[in-house]
């Protein structure tokens, strides 16, 4: 049984694929790069990190912040990944991440891409290796 090929657009380009595919996986697929830290192929995504948000646009006009590791192509959804709302998350993501992981070297690397340096923010806790991916 043939899956159904839906179209969407991401940053502007048109795309099908079969409908259901995440997000994040159809944007990599036409050279779009989503920032994920908890994301591997192999498993089933939920969005723990919340790194690779991005902001859709439904069919009906409504407008939300989502996990594209998790969240569903359907037919005619805008996808942006580089909307202001859009990196005003993944800052705020990032910059948590940074106060609870400061020494965790791809936490700091991506922090940097969007600007945060360091964080006024402190989170005690035990592990400061953990990133909260969900992975182990």
């Not at 646009?57 to 407008?63: E, F, L």
């Not at 998790?70 to 705020?92: F, Q, W």
């Not at 402190?122 to 992975?135: K, P, Q, T, Y």
Request: charged content about 25%.
């Amino acid at each position: 049984m043939e899956s159904q090929e839906v179209t969407l657009t991401i940053d502007g380009v048109k795309v099908k694929t079969p409908k259901g595919t995440p997000i994040l996986e159809v944007a990599r697929q036409i050279g779009i790069e989503i920032p994920a830290l908890c994301y591997l192929r192999v498993l089933s995504p939920f969005g723990a990190c919340r790194v690779c948000s991005v902001e859709v646009t439904t069919p009906n006009g409504r407008k939300r912040i989502v996990t594209s590791c998790n969240y569903p192509a359907e037919d005619g959804l805008i996808v942006e990944t580089k909307s202001e709302r859009v990196i005003k998350v993944r800052r705020k993501v990032l910059e948590l991440l940074l106060a609870r992981c400061p020494k965790v070297t791809r936490i700091k690397n991506l922090a940097s891409l969007y600007g945060i340096k360091e964080t006024s923010l402190w989170i005690e806790n035990e592990s400061e290796d953990c990133i909260l991916c969900g992975l182990c």
